[in-house]
């Protein structure tokens, strides 16, 4: 089975702090996704990256930004962290197009920044 | 941009009986949908996923079906048992998926 593991589970920071969240797939999959989720406003993509050292922005990429320096490990930065970046971030990895081949989940980094 | 909604309502019903979400969008017709799986504390797991051309998909108790005259995706989950409790997302797009805000489903004994 696909396995994506997001480094913590809890985190809590204060504003303007940088941080880190840091994910990784053990299948060799092209496609890695961030995603945040909020009540009521659902999934929304942050930024994805198709291959090493490529990245697209997604519906909001505004204040944060990527790295994808191996095929496995997709990291997502937060440069300054806001309140309003209090959330759950999910990361997700799929081969291909998702037509064919639907995202694999990690379990998600609840990010709480005080 | 197209937009998929959702019942934000939770859906209760009782065990043994056939569960129906439904998943409406607003603008293009999709290609296909897919309808995933959550748990509380962790993240999305995939289910199910229909194409355009397909009317209807089963797996085992569930089954997806795709109208595209109405816009709508209806999931079912029949002789729903308790451990169906969760919330079930749509989420329709080629690279970058859009999602629906889900809808918590209670099977209650």
């Known amino acids: 089975d696909v396995k994506v593991t997001q480094s913590s589970r809890y985190l809590v920071k204060r504003t303007g702090e940088k941080v880190f969240l840091e994910c990784v797939q053990d299948m060799d999959h092209e496609n890695m996704f961030w995603y945040r989720q909020d009540p009521g406003l659902g999934l929304r993509l942050i930024y994805f990256s198709y291959d090493v050292k490529m990245k697209e922005k997604g519906d909001i990429p505004e204040g944060y930004s990527v790295s994808r320096e191996k095929k496995e490990r997709f990291s997502l930065i937060l440069e300054s962290a806001s309140t309003n970046q209090t959330s759950m971030y999910l990361c997700a990895s799929t081969t291909g197009s998702s037509y064919n081949s639907p995202l694999h989940f990690g379990n998600g980094t609840r990010l709480t920044v005080t | 941009s197209q937009k998929i909604e959702q019942n934000s309502e939770a859906l209760n019903i009782q065990e043994g009986k056939t569960a129906t979400l439904t998943c409406n969008y607003t603008?293009?017709?999709?290609?296909?949908l897919q309808w995933y799986r959550q748990d509380p504390g962790r993240g999305p797991v995939f289910l199910l996923l229909i194409r355009e051309n397909e009317k209807e998909k089963r797996k085992e108790r569930l089954k997806v079906t795709f109208d595209t005259t109405l816009k709508q995706s209806l999931f079912h989950i029949t002789a729903s048992q308790p451990a169906d409790s969760a919330t079930y997302l749509c989420a329709e797009g080629g690279n970058k998926l859009t999602f629906g805000t889900g809808t918590q489903l209670k099977v209650e004994l």
């Open positions: 603008n293009y017709s999709p290609a296909y």
